[in-house]
Nanobody, 130 residues
């Protein structure tokens, strides 16, 4: 059974940084398309960032551009989401999602595209508050 596991969430002050990690049992994550989604209280889940399985092209939701970076560490079989300059509106449960079947050149991230991902983690909570 595939297990996707996120880690690295926590409480951070505005302007601070966190690094989230995503690993999946049974996958090396070296050629899989990986995405980070988040869901804030009372809001729908939204795509934050993804990295293409074909050429590692990253994509970001507009509100996190310039603050978040997605990266793949093949040796550690881990995909990271480095988050800087965190804002209270970044508070959410962050989910890692994996698609191992479609060789996306432009990974899906927009509304309604969650179904493109085959496996999901249970999420890690990020709270940005003073």
């Amino acid at each position: 059974q595939v297990q996707v596991v996120e880690s690295g969430g926590g409480l951070v002050q505005p302007g601070g940084s966190l690094r989230l990690s995503c690993q999946a049992s049974g996958f090396t994550l070296d050629t899989d398309t990986i995405a980070w989604f988040r869901q804030a209280p009372g809001k729908e889940r939204e795509g934050v960032s993804c990295i293409s399985g074909t050429d590692d092209s990253p994509y970001y939701e507009d509100s996190v551009k310039g603050r978040f970076t997605i990266a793949r560490d093949v040796g550690k079989r881990t995909v990271y989401l480095q988050m800087h300059d965190l804002k209270p509106e970044d508070t959410a449960i962050y989910y890692c999602a994996l698609d191992s079947t479609v060789p996306w050149s432009m990974c899906p991230l927009g509304p309604g595209l969650e179904s493109e991902y085959d496996y999901w983690g249970k999420g890690t909570l990020v709270t940005v508050s003073s």
